[in-house]
């Protein structure tokens, strides 16, 4: 079963940086675009930014200019550096990706992480 797992959250103050990580591992034929969400306490969860297998990237026009997705496809992970962090900016994050499994190859299916929670103090 695929698996995504995220990594790099944590506590940072207003105008800090934090790179957040998400590999995604088992059974993978191929992965095709990758992403981050976010979800802040009482909000529905938002694109954050995403990238296809070929590096074309989509940034939400409140991150654009400060944060960066990048990706190593040989690794399955997808890289998110987050810099100018604002308050606002306050959420937990969810990788996603569109995964192709052994077995299944002719079958794209999207996976979600559990979450790492960033927080961005005044």
């Known amino acids: 079963q695929v698996q995504l797992v995220e990594s790099g959250g944590g506590v940072v103050q207003a105008g800090g940086s934090l790179t957040l990580s998400c590999t995604a591992s088992?059974?993978?034929?191929?992965?095709?675009?990758m992403g981050w969400y976010r979800q802040a306490p009482g909000y529905g969860r938002e694109l954050v930014t995403t990238?296809?297998?070929?590096?074309?990237?989509n940034y939400a026009d409140s991150v654009k200019g400060r944060f960066t997705i990048s990706r190593d496809s040989a690794k399955n992970t997808v890289y998110l550096r987050m810099n100018g962090l604002r308050p606002e900016d306050t959420a937990v994050y969810y990788c996603?990706?569109?995964?192709?499994?052994?077995?299944?190859?002719?079958?794209?299916?999207?996976?979600w992480g559990e979450g790492t929670q960033v927080t961005v103090s005044s």
């Open positions: 088992g059974g993978i034929y191929a992965v095709n675009d």
């Open positions: 996603n990706a569109a995964v192709v499994q052994w077995g299944a190859i002719f079958k794209e299916r999207t996976f």
């Open positions: 990238i296809t297998r070929g590096g074309s990237t």
